[in-house]
């Protein structure tokens, strides 16, 4: 199959950059990725137009809980960004063309920083639920190949993962996390496939393996970007403690409850972030579609 024809499978990326970009009348420099639970973060975007999942040709609608499914156009902090509140999941049922496809349209729109959030299990004992953590690194115990198939224009074929995620980005964060008063911390994050939360085994596993947080996205979106040449940063927020660590049982609704708790100390950091990348003149990109 030529590489011209990869979108076939999924959603056709330049037409739906070109609705948001019609619709929403800016160039982001930043893509924000939402969380479970975490779609508070999308009120502080100033003068914000909506386009829903449903808006645009070859997008599902989201089925998970905490996930809105919508693209915002606005600012935050005075710089251009899209803001996704709500994600597509492998445990969906969905393929890689599916999963991947708001970070191509961000990419198509210009967007060379995507910021993403997600809701995590701890597994180090610091990483209690409320606490904020830096993904400074990730362990793809999913297993699946988000760039498999043939190559999508703009992006390479082998993309170099030593740094996943951007040391300027996270300095960054850590910066604004310091100067507000609000604890973040650094470590490894473990992707599973989902949708069941893990077993006390597999967490056993998870730790010996290095990772200090579990979840079920992120990992997929940042190989993409990195592939498309654009800089990552992801900021996890622990929702709960990963099974058999805590005397209760994992649940969902625990999971956005406590994302919402964490909420506005995440959004002074994406904040904080933001207005950091837009006025250092950051959100350029090598390639991208559309």
Known sequence: MRADRAEAAGPPIGECARIVRERGGTRPQVHIVLGSGLGGLAERVEGAVRVYFSQLPGFPRTSVAGHEGCLLVGRIAGTPV????????????FGAEIVAAPV????ALGAGTLVLTNASGGIRPDLVPGALMLVDDHINLGFQA???????????????????????????AEEVALGAGIR??????????????????????????????????????????????????????VTNRAAGLGLEAVD?????????????????VVEGVVGGVGGGGGGRTEGGEG
């Open 82 to 93: 899209l803001v996704q509140s709500g994600r597509f999941h492998f445990y969906e049922g």
């Open 252 to 268: 969902h609704e625990d999971v956005m409850a406590w994302g919402a708790v964490a909420g506005e100390g995440l959004g002074r």
């Open 146 to 172: 988000p760039l498999a198939g043939p190559v999508v224009p703009g992006e390479v074929r082998f993309p170099d993962m030593s740094r996943p995620y951007d040391p300027e980005l996270m300095a960054l």
């Open 184 to 237: 973040l911390t650094r470590g490894v994050y473990g992707w599973v496939g989902g949708p069941n939360f893990e077993t006390p085994a597999e967490v056993l596993a998870l730790r010996a393996a290095g990772a200090d947080v579990v979840g079920m996205s992120t990992v997929p979106e940042a190989i993409v970007a990195r592939a498309g040449g654009q800089r990552v940063l992801a900021i996890s927020v």
């Open 104 to 107: 191509r349209v961000g990419r």
